[in-house]
Structures are given as C-alpha cells and as structure tokens.
C-alpha cells in the first residue's frame, strides 16, 4: 500500500484557509456558504492541525518513527487502512476525515448527504497534493473498514451561552461519546484549538497502530524504509509549501519532490544576510513568534541572527539525541559540554537543550572551561564526556594532563575544525580516550553530518533527511558522486527562516562508503572552508592538504595568510603543535610535498615573486574568534 503523509494534508488546508481568507467566491468558500457550514471554516487551520499533529504523532517530520529519548529504539506508526465515519453532525465528519487523511487512512463516509461529501472530498483535492481515497456510502451501510466514531464537543458552562450547530454542542446526545469542554468564568469557548484538542483525545488514537521496534534506531528505521523515496519527496514538497509564505520565496515553484530540486535557486550568503531578521523580514513567514534565536557572524562583520521557530527547536532536538548516541553519548554518562556560548553563540545552547532531554548528566561550561575545572570535574563528579572544539579544549587537555598525569577521559565528541589524527593519538594515548567522534554542523542549519568513531579522515555519515546535502560546481549545477565541490544544504525541518540549496561557504564531496559501523551508503568528505582555497603562482592549495602534509610534526592548527611584501607575493604559514617545531624544517617538508611552494616561477631569476614563510607557535598562542573561539584558517590580505 502507498504510503500517504501527514504533511500533504496540511499542505492541502492551507491552501483552502488561503482561500477562505482571501476570497469569498472560492470554491470552498462557496461550499461551505451553500451548505450553511461556515462555521466549519475554522477547522481549516493549517497551523493549528500541524502543532496538533506534531504533538500526537511525536514529531510530523520523523512520521512514521517517533523516536525514544531513553531506549534509542522508535516506536512505528502505521495507518488502520480504513476509516468508516458515520455522518451525523458535519463538524464531527470533517474533523475525522481530516484526521483520518493526515494519518493515511482511505475514508467512507456513510451519509444521507453523498453529494455534500463528495463535494468536500474535491476541494479538500484541488489544491493537488496526495491524499488516500474517499468515498460514500448510505447510512448503515456494510463498509470494510475501522468504524471510528467521532465525539461531540461538548461546551458546558454557567453563565455562557450555549452553543448550537455543527461543530459545538451544548448537550451530549445519548449513546454517542463526547469530549466535554469547560471554560473558565466569561469564556464562552476552549482557547485550544479543536484540532489540538482531537489528537489528544483517544478517538485519535484509534486513526492508526503504533508498533514498538526494539533495538532500532531512528536512522535504521530510515534506512530499511522502502517508502524512503516517497518520504523524502514529501518532505521536500512541504518544506517548498512553507517556504512559500515568506517574501522572498512567494514565488517557487510547486514541486513533486527531490528530482525537481535543482529547479530551485540556490541561496547565497549574501542573499541571507540581506533577507535575514532584523534587516528585512524577506525570509520571515509572518507566523507568530516562537522558539529560539542564535547569533552568527556575517561576511559583512556585523552578527546574524537566525529564526528557530518553536517545532523547528523541536525537530532539532529529536533529530539531535539519536546523533549523539551514534556519536557515543549514552545512558548515565556525565558530560562537560565546553562549545562557546558567547554572544549568544548557538553550538551551547543548542547541545545545552539536547543534553537536558537524555538521561545524562551535564555540565555546561562554555568558554569558561578551565584546566582546573576539567580536574575538578573529572575527580569529583565523575565526568567522561568531553564536548568541545579542538582549537579550544586541546591546550587545556594537554594542561590539565601536565598537572595531574592521573587524568583520564572516555569520550571526546567535538565539533568547529576538525581533529588531526596526532592528536586523537595523543588523547588515546595519554587519557586512554577510547572514542573520538565529531559533528559537523552550522549555525544556519544545524547538524551536517557525523563522523563515528570507525570513520576516518574527514568522512561524515549524513541525514537526508534533516539536511539534505548537494555538491555543486560554482553556478550551482549538481555535481557527480566522488567530484569535489560547494556544499549546499536544504533545511529539510526549519521552516521559519527557510534554508533551500543554500550554500554554506564549505566544499566537499559526496561518496559511496560501506563503514565498518554497519551504516552503508553515501557519506560527505568534509574539505574545509570554500575560502580555504590558496590560489597563487596561478596554481591552487587546499588548507587541508597542507595541514594534511604537517601530521607527522604534531601539527594542531595551521593559520594560512597571503599577503603582499614589497612587492612580492607571500605565503605564511602559522602553526601550532605540543612540540617544538623547526620553522626550516617544516619549510623544507612543505616544499618537498608541494613544489609550488618553493622559489622557481617562469620569470627571471633576477625577480623575487613568491616567498613561504612559516611560523611555529607553541598550543593555544593563534588568536581565537571571541565569539567561535575558532582560529581563522586562511586570509587573504594581498593588494589588488
């Protein structure tokens, strides 16, 4: 049987609660006048069913899983197959049927009024999104399907007047369940709305059958999906249907899933900065606020901050917790959480929330962290975890070994530059460190990808369907599996300050990789920063690969910067190492992996066009980004 989602259905409504809105002589709002209904209208609420069905189903974007904060396991949800809904108040019909279809369910209903239900089942269609079937049958009628009876509202208060019509009852009728509803003193109405009060009511739960899948993750459950097709282009149609509220996305085109994606302009930075709250609300949906707000910086050099509205924090966080388990966090640990928090800087406050809904112990520390802390942690609170950025917590690592040469630590999960592989053998074997795994994320975003602890290199496993993740050239056309190039994310579960083939200033390649993890499939190799490019001698360098040719000097941090001397066109080179390193040594060896360092060039020898430079500095003596507390890898400062 296909699968239906929750979120076509949404994506449906809304378009009719447009309608409604905007145009009295809209085929659903003629419908509704005709048939004396219009008070049915508020039930058309595209917000209001979403919150309500996050909420019932655990998250709209994991549907079908929801997944367990304890257990690491899923729990399945699978439609009943088929909902018969007796028509005895139109207001408790439509609710099922909406209900019914949001859960992917085909529908009958049995009434005396086929025409009517007919005629609701083509508008609720027209938009043009995917909906199970529906149908009509006569009153009492044998239909092959679930009976779900759908209860009354039931709006009973002293002093308020009593409700009549199709939606709301002052009275029960007997024989038939209700869900009864009492205002406070002056309140004639629930403040809730009726769809928020229907998934959390049981009849709800009578929509579809949730199965307990002991022993799989999320990311299994995903992967042994056949229907994983299908999801992906559900979940790219719908984040399309919200986009389209803002501004600056008014005018995309509707589309019917991945294979249309590259029909979608890419987002540049510029773009994002300039459209981005507080400088112009472009890319704001208008909803009512919610959630949280993160600082970044801005090529501009003034921050940035991006929207989180509340269920995108939600889809984070569900997201979030299943990656830290894979990245070893698990059950009872006690974790010193050291990212940055200055000016609001988003990597603390976002694994802060994460640590808060897992059964782990937490120490959110920050930039704050010390040497003497990390002892002082470690000794009296038993701490195993650390979670941090190299360029910050390695010095402070290597201090507090100095100082108590006792010291051990399990676990290191880190995120912001990657980890040289001399230093992952230092904290194995120096704090008998048995796993180092790394998050590779971004304030705009969210998480990446993820490197286990089997996973060389700069390789990161991916989640589609979180972000899903585009290698292209420099006009943004898709490039082959293995073929080095910008890295594009489309925010598939952030929906207020939408991110769509946006282009994050990093370049990597996508590959195919069976890892010794069991997770087959495609995994990103993370290249650095797209302005770690040094182009000179009209030839090109990676960063990485001149970091890359420094592991066997202990190397932490390389600092590249192209600068003009007198004329001439220099390369210097600042690094840092746990050792004392010979600048002319390392010259020598940089030279020797890469002769475009060296002296020769195709002018007179009489003429000075190029010089390598190289600094060695001891740990932690780079200058650190107040705000990231990382290191700036690479600067261009030559003259035009």
Same mark, same amino acid.
């Given at each position: 049987?296909?699968?239906?989602?929750?979120?076509?259905?949404?994506?449906?409504?809304?378009?009719?609660?447009?309608?409604?809105?905007?145009?009295?002589?809209?085929?659903?709002?003629?419908?509704?006048?005709?048939?004396?209904?219009?008070?049915?209208?508020?039930?058309?609420?595209?917000?209001?069913?979403?919150?309500?069905?996050?909420?019932?189903?655990?998250?709209?974007?994991?549907?079908?899983?929801?997944?367990?904060?304890?257990?690491?396991?899923?729990?399945?949800?699978?439609?009943?197959?088929?909902?018969?809904?007796?028509?005895?108040?139109?207001?408790?019909?439509?609710?099922?049927?909406?209900?019914?279809?949001?859960?992917?369910?085909?529908?009958? #209903?049995?009434?005396?009024?086929?025409?009517?239900?007919?005629?609701?089942?083509?508008?609720?269609?027209?938009?043009?999104?995917?909906?199970?079937?529906?149908?009509?049958?006569?009153?009492?009628?044998?239909?092959? !399907?679930?009976?779900?009876?759908?209860?009354?509202?039931? *709006?009973?208060?002293?002093?308020?007047?009593?409700?009549?019509?199709?939606?709301?009852?002052?009275?029960?009728?007997?024989?038939?369940?209700?869900?009864?509803?009492?205002?406070?003193? !002056?309140?004639?109405?629930?403040?809730?709305? *009726?769809?928020?009060?229907?998934?959390?009511?049981?009849?709800?739960?009578?929509?579809?059958?949730?199965?307990?899948? %002991?022993?799989?993750?999320?990311?299994?459950?995903?992967?042994?999906?056949?229907?994983?097709?299908?999801?992906?282009?559900?979940?790219?149609?719908?984040?399309?249907?919200?986009?389209?509220?803002?501004?600056?996305?008014?005018?995309?085109?509707?589309?019917?899933?991945?294979?249309?994606?590259?029909?979608?302009?890419?987002? &540049?930075? &510029?773009?994002?900065?300039?459209?981005?709250?507080?400088?112009?609300? &472009?890319?704001?949906?208008?909803?009512?606020?919610?959630?949280?707000?993160?600082?970044?910086?801005?090529?501009?050099?003034?921050?940035?901050?991006?929207?989180?509205?509340?269920?995108?924090?939600?889809?984070?966080?569900?997201?979030?917790?299943?990656?830290?388990?894979?990245?070893?966090?698990?059950?009872?640990?006690?974790?010193?959480?050291?990212?940055?928090?200055?000016?609001?800087?988003?990597?603390?406050?976002?694994?802060?929330?994460?640590?808060?809904?897992?059964?782990?112990?937490?120490?959110?520390?920050?930039?704050?962290?010390?040497?003497?802390?990390?002892?002082?942690?470690?000794?009296?609170?038993?701490?195993?975890?650390?979670?941090?950025?190299?360029?910050?917590?390695?010095?402070?690592?290597? $201090?507090?070994?100095?100082?108590?040469?006792?010291?051990?630590?399990?676990?290191?999960?880190?995120?912001?530059?990657?980890?040289?592989?001399?230093?992952?053998?230092?904290?194995?074997?120096?704090?008998?460190?048995?796993?180092?795994?790394?998050?590779? %994320?971004?304030?705009?975003?969210?998480?990446?990808?993820?490197?286990?602890?089997?996973?060389?290199?700069?390789?990161?496993?991916?989640?589609?369907?979180?972000?899903?993740?585009?290698?292209?050239?420099?006009?943004?056309?898709?490039?082959?599996?293995?073929?080095?190039?910008?890295?594009?994310?489309?925010?598939?579960?952030?929906?207020? /300050?939408?991110?769509?083939?946006?282009?994050?200033?990093?370049?990597?390649?996508?590959?195919?990789?069976?890892?010794?993890? /069991?997770?087959?499939?495609? *995994?990103?190799?993370?290249?650095?920063?797209?302005?770690?490019?040094?182009?000179?001698?009209?030839?090109?360098?990676?960063?990485?690969? @001149?970091? %890359?040719?420094?592991?066997?000097?202990?190397?932490?941090?390389?600092?590249? $910067?192209?600068?003009?001397?007198?004329?001439?066109?220099?390369? #210097? @080179?600042?690094?840092?190492?746990?050792?004392?390193?010979? $600048?002319?040594?390392?010259?020598?060896?940089?030279?020797?992996?890469?002769?475009?360092? !060296?002296?020769?060039?195709?002018?007179?020898?009489?003429?000075?066009?190029?010089?390598?430079? #190289?600094?060695?500095?001891?740990?932690?003596?780079?200058?650190?980004?107040?705000?990231?507390?990382?290191?700036?890898?690479?600067?261009?400062?030559?003259?035009?």
């Amino acid at each position: 049987m296909t699968r239906h989602y929750p979120t076509d259905l949404l994506l449906a409504v809304s378009s009719l609660q447009r309608d409604l809105a905007d145009d009295a002589s809209s085929p659903v709002a003629r419908l509704l006048k005709e048939a004396d209904l219009l008070e049915l209208g508020p039930l058309l609420d595209g917000d209001a069913l979403a919150q309500a069905l996050d909420e019932g189903l655990g998250g709209l974007s994991q549907f079908p899983w929801r997944p367990l904060v304890d257990t690491d396991d899923v729990w399945e949800h699978e439609p009943v197959g088929h909902v018969v809904l007796d028509d005895d108040r139109a207001g408790n019909t439509l609710r099922g049927l909406l209900l019914s279809w949001a859960t992917g369910n085909a529908v009958t #209903v049995r009434t005396s009024r086929p025409a009517l239900w007919q005629a609701v089942f083509e508008v609720v269609r027209g938009p043009g999104f995917p909906l199970p079937a529906a149908s009509t049958a006569m009153p009492g009628a044998a239909v092959g !399907g679930v009976v779900v009876r759908v209860p009354d509202l039931v *709006v009973s208060s002293e002093g308020a007047t009593a409700p009549s019509g199709e939606l709301f009852a002052a009275a029960g009728r007997p024989g038939t369940p209700s869900v009864r509803i009492r205002p406070a003193s !002056g309140q004639d109405g629930p403040r809730a709305p *009726v769809a928020d009060i229907d998934c959390r009511a049981p009849w709800f739960r009578e929509l579809f059958t949730s199965t307990y899948l %002991a022993g799989t993750t999320l990311d299994a459950a995903r992967r042994a999906d056949p229907e994983s097709a299908s999801r992906g282009d559900a979940r790219l149609r719908y984040l399309v249907g919200m986009a389209r509220r803002t501004p600056h996305y008014r005018d995309l085109p509707r589309i019917d899933g991945v294979a249309d994606l590259g029909r979608l302009p890419v987002l &540049e930075k &510029e773009t994002l900065e300039a459209k981005s709250l507080p400088r112009s609300p &472009e890319l704001s949906s208008g909803a009512l606020p919610s959630g949280e707000v993160l600082r970044s910086g801005a090529s501009s050099g003034d921050p940035r901050y991006i929207v989180y509205a509340r269920t995108d924090w939600e889809n984070m966080v569900r997201e979030a917790i299943p990656l830290l388990r894979a990245l070893g966090i698990g059950n009872g640990d006690r974790v010193l959480n050291a990212l940055v928090g200055g000016g609001l800087y988003g990597g603390l406050m976002t694994t802060a929330s994460e640590l808060s809904r897992m059964p782990v112990e937490a120490f959110s520390a920050g930039q704050q962290v010390t040497a003497d802390l990390m002892l002082t942690l470690v000794r009296d609170f038993s701490v195993n975890v650390l979670l941090g950025q190299p360029a910050l917590v390695l010095p402070l690592l290597r $201090e507090a070994r100095r100082r108590d040469p006792s010291l051990r630590l399990e676990k290191v999960v880190y995120g912001g530059t990657p980890m040289t592989e001399s230093d992952k053998q230092w904290l194995r074997d120096e704090l008998g460190t048995r796993s180092i795994t790394s998050i590779l %994320a971004a304030n705009d975003g969210a998480q990446i990808g993820y490197q286990c602890d089997r996973l060389g290199g700069t390789l990161h496993h991916v989640n589609d369907d979180y972000n899903l993740v585009e290698v292209v050239d420099e006009d943004g056309v898709p490039l082959p599996d293995g073929e080095t190039g910008h890295l594009l994310i489309t925010a598939m579960q952030k929906f207020e /300050g939408p991110l769509i083939r946006y282009r994050i200033g990093d370049i990597g390649r996508l590959t195919s990789y069976d890892c010794p993890c /069991g997770i087959p499939g495609r *995994v990103l190799e993370y290249l650095g920063r797209s302005d770690g490019l040094l182009k000179f001698k009209s030839a090109t360098v990676y960063h990485g690969d @001149l970091l %890359a040719a420094l592991e066997e000097f202990r190397v932490s941090q390389l600092q590249a $910067e192209l600068v003009t001397r007198s004329g001439t066109e220099t390369l #210097v @080179l600042r690094t840092e190492s746990r050792e004392e390193l010979d $600048e002319d040594v390392l010259r020598s060896a940089l030279v020797a992996a890469f002769p475009v360092l !060296g002296d020769s060039h195709l002018y007179d020898d009489g003429l000075r066009m190029f010089e390598l430079v #190289v600094e060695c500095h001891p740990e932690g003596a780079l200058p650190r980004n107040p705000v990231s507390g990382k290191i700036r890898t690479t600067l261009d400062r030559r003259l035009n």
